[in-house]
């Protein structure tokens, strides 16, 4: 997924919290926006530690959720600046299905053009 960019500035993590729309997936919520033209797409995951407790299942979660991401090769998730992160506190040992997670925001971004 070379077109992608990290979140740069404050401002882009603003833009896409502000303006963005919600999906809730599960344990997960995600806060979308289209992205600028002219620039790559940002990727965030936030997961704190009062959401997420052990720094093993934070970076677990964030490497399954990117691993799904480069598997799906949607060209739909280069259109948009996504922020993925933990509205409440998540069990000892998150249960998320990537696959099945990134198959429904396709279907939400595929209904959004």
Request: proline share 5%.
């Amino acid at each position: 997924m070379s077109e992608l960019r990290p979140l740069s500035a404050k401002e882009d993590f603003e833009r896409v919290f502000r303006y963005g729309k919600a999906l809730f997936l599960g344990d997960l919520s995600l806060k979308y926006a289209k992205t600028l033209p002219g620039q790559k797409a940002i990727r965030r995951f936030s997961f704190g530690k009062s959401k997420v407790f052990l720094a093993s299942d934070r970076n677990r979660l964030r490497r399954t959720l990117i691993g799904a991401l480069e598997r799906s090769q949607n060209p739909l998730f280069t259109q948009y600046d996504m922020i993925f992160y933990a509205p409440k506190k998540l069990s000892k040992k998150p249960k998320i299905d990537p696959e099945a997670l990134i198959l429904a925001l396709g279907d939400v971004l595929a209904r959004q053009k």
